[in-house]
């Protein structure tokens, strides 16, 4: 990457700064290669942040299977982490997971399920066979105590569960429904719309050697992390993610020799993340004590007040290229968290060499995370978000300290205990996001004439911009 007119001498956040395009002979946004740059070769170079409010099976799962990963947070007990991985270890790789119900089961029930997944569909099953569909559509009007086979849809579109997304899409279209379920040996495997047979077609999963989808998991550096790192190990987690707010630390440092001593010992090729920094220092400290991966971001996040409470951090473009730069140099890379608010973001964050880009709440606002969806006065759905350092996330993570040391943990928090997202009616699903961001990320590559992202961080041309260059390019939704 260079600068179009010399580099500042001052740090830069990403609404500092544009791309300008180039000449170029990529004619298609679908020759663009997307694979990531951090050695862990995911088709989209995504990561889900380990978020109590944004990361869970349900969003490993749809992730995934778009060439994305997510982590799942430390806070979590490491069994209840291996029985979620063991979950979205035997989830379908093309097909969606299904919600099922039972056909004797109250309409009230079948209502609470469709949130759960961005296909809006419930599969009423028995002994293991599908038997009917019910949506909202079905069920709008009716008692919440009627029995969903009163309402069911019987008409269905079956398929085998080795039928290609173009099938699929094909057998939808003739017979003009919705939604094929696949089986095998009559039992249900999974669930594709016609959206979802598109995306299926044109996204790659991210999988591991043994072809399911892959899953990476946190650990925090305090308590006993050769324990968990050797059972995450053995539950057959794809990525450790060494995570704390202050990276540059002993304690870090100390926690990621001994997570690599495990790693190694065990003969898994597991790639380790280590942060977060925003320094070329932090990231050359990180690197030495046996990370392949550095996460880097101090303050940038939405639900992060550190830079406000604390004074410190740093503009995450400059912080990206700069530490983007020194792990280059020793055959490693980063990822790049927090700041991410437009597909723009993202692209600037790969043309300053991440590998990667992390994202959190911008996901947390969607079916696919972990929380309830909850109402506004004026109808709005919306999930509650809040920071990993915030005073309700130390409690969840003291829970098993004394009553004195968690009111003692509570009085230092650096981040938000309650926000809410709401659900872009849009795109409420997080793979309507993907959409939006890779559809964004591939058209910049275009622009910089790149067919892959190492061509994309090689050629970027960025300037710096002021508010109002930054301004001049939002879009209206009314005139002015």
């Given at each position: 990457?260079?600068?179009?007119?010399?580099?500042?001498?001052?740090?830069?956040?990403?609404?500092?700064?544009?791309?300008?395009?180039?000449?170029?002979?990529?004619?298609?946004?679908?020759?663009?290669?997307?694979?990531?740059?951090?050695?862990?070769?995911?088709?989209?170079?995504?990561?889900?942040?380990?978020?109590?409010?944004?990361?869970?099976?349900?969003?490993?799962?749809?992730?995934?299977?778009?060439?994305?990963?997510?982590?799942?947070?430390?806070?979590?007990?490491?069994?209840?982490?291996?029985?979620?991985?063991?979950?979205?270890?035997?989830?379908?790789?093309?097909?969606?997971?299904?919600?099922?119900?039972?056909?004797?089961?109250?309409?009230?029930e079948?209502?609470?399920?469709?949130?759960?997944?961005?296909?809006?569909?419930?599969?009423?099953?028995?002994?293991?066979?599908?038997?009917?569909?019910?949506?909202e559509r079905?069920?709008?009007?009716?008692d919440?105590?009627?029995?969903?086979?009163?309402?069911?849809?019987?008409?269905?579109?079956?398929?085998?569960?080795?039928?290609?997304?173009?099938?699929?899409?094909?057998?939808?279209?003739?017979?003009?429904?919705?939604?094929?379920?696949?089986?095998?040996?009559?039992?249900?495997?999974?669930?594709?719309?016609?959206?979802?047979?598109?995306?299926?077609?044109?996204?790659?999963?991210?999988?591991?050697?043994?072809?399911?989808?892959?899953?990476?998991?946190?650990?925090?550096?305090?308590g006993?992390?050769?324990?968990?790192?050797?059972?995450?190990?053995?539950?057959?987690?794809?990525?450790?993610?060494?995570?704390?707010?202050?990276?540059?630390?002993?304690?870090?440092?100390?926690?990621?020799?001994?997570?690599?001593?495990?790693?190694?010992?065990?003969?898994?090729?597991?790639?380790?993340?280590?942060?977060?920094?925003?320094?070329?220092?932090g990231?050359?400290?990180?690197?030495?004590?046996?990370?392949?991966?550095?996460?880097?971001?101090?303050?940038?996040?939405?639900?992060?007040?550190?830079?406000?409470?604390?004074?410190?951090?740093?503009?995450?473009?400059?912080?990206?290229?700069?530490?983007?730069?020194?792990?280059?140099?020793?055959?490693k890379?980063?990822?790049?968290?927090?700041?991410v608010?437009?597909?723009?973001?993202?692209?600037?964050a790969?043309?300053?060499?991440?590998?990667?880009?992390?994202?959190?709440?911008?996901?947390?606002?969607?079916?696919?995370?972990?929380?309830?969806?909850?109402?506004?006065?004026?109808?709005?759905?919306?999930?509650?978000?809040?920071?990993?350092?915030?005073?309700?996330?130390?409690?969840?993570?003291?829970?098993?300290?004394?009553?004195?040391?968690?009111?003692?943990?509570?009085?230092?928090?650096?981040?938000?205990?309650?926000?809410r997202?709401?659900?872009?009616?849009?795109r409420?699903?997080?793979?309507?996001?993907?959409?939006?961001?890779?559809?964004?990320?591939?058209?910049?590559?275009?622009?910089?004439?790149?067919?892959?992202?190492?061509?994309?961080?090689?050629?970027?041309?960025?300037?710096?911009?002021?508010?109002?260059?930054?301004?001049?390019?939002?879009?209206?939704?009314?005139?002015?």
């Open positions: 990457m260079r600068f179009l007119t010399g580099k500042p001498g001052y740090d830069l956040t990403y609404d500092d700064v544009f791309m300008a395009p180039r000449r170029s002979s990529v004619t298609s946004r679908l020759d663009v290669d997307l694979t990531s740059a951090d050695g862990l070769g995911l088709p989209t170079p995504l990561v889900v942040a380990n978020m109590t409010a944004v990361s869970g099976r349900r969003m490993a799962e749809t992730v995934a299977r778009r060439g994305a990963i997510a982590v799942i947070p430390q806070d979590l007990p490491t069994d209840i982490v291996a029985t979620s991985i063991a979950r979205v270890k035997a989830a379908p790789t093309v097909f969606d997971t299904p919600l099922v119900i039972d056909p004797h089961a109250t309409v009230g079948a209502l609470a399920l469709l949130p759960k997944r961005a296909h809006g569909l419930v599969v009423v099953v028995a002994d293991g066979e599908p038997v009917g569909t019910v949506s079905d069920l709008t009007g009716l919440r105590f009627n029995q969903v086979h009163e309402a069911m849809t019987t008409d269905l579109t079956i398929v085998a569960d080795t039928a290609s997304p173009t099938e699929v899409f094909d057998e939808l279209s003739a017979r003009r429904h919705r939604a094929a379920l696949a089986v095998r040996d009559g039992r249900l495997v999974g669930v594709m719309t016609l959206k979802g047979a598109v995306r299926a077609a044109l996204y790659p999963p991210a999988v591991d050697a043994d072809g399911r989808l892959k899953i990476g998991v946190a650990v925090g550096i305090s006993d992390v050769e324990e968990r790192v050797e059972a995450l190990l053995a539950a057959g987690a794809d990525v450790l993610v060494m995570d704390t707010a202050h990276g540059h630390q002993e304690r870090m440092i100390s926690a990621v020799q001994r997570c690599r001593t495990v790693v190694s010992a065990s003969g898994h090729a597991v790639p380790i993340v280590a942060g977060n920094v925003v320094t070329a220092d990231t050359a400290d990180l690197i030495e004590a046996g990370a392949d991966v550095i996460k880097v971001g101090v303050g940038p996040g939405a639900m992060c007040t550190t830079r406000m409470q604390t004074g410190v951090g740093r503009p995450q473009f400059s912080a990206v290229l700069e530490c983007a730069e020194e792990a280059r140099d020793a055959g890379a980063i990822w790049a968290d927090g700041g608010r437009h597909p723009r973001d993202v692209a600037l790969l043309a300053a060499g991440a590998g990667a880009v992390m994202i959190g709440s911008w996901f947390a606002g969607t079916y696919e995370s972990p929380g309830e969806i909850l109402f506004a006065a004026d109808g709005r759905p919306y999930k509650e978000s809040f920071g990993m350092a915030s005073a309700r996330a130390v409690r969840a993570r003291t829970r098993n300290s004394s009553a004195f040391e968690r009111a003692t943990a509570a009085l230092f928090e650096e981040g938000i205990s309650s926000s997202m709401y659900l872009d009616p849009e409420p699903g997080v793979e309507d996001l993907l959409d939006f961001i890779v559809s964004g990320v591939r058209s910049s590559c275009t622009y910089a004439g790149a067919r892959n992202l190492a061509e994309f961080t090689s050629q970027a041309i960025v300037g710096v911009q002021s508010a109002s260059g930054y301004n001049e390019g939002r879009p209206l939704t009314s005139s002015w």
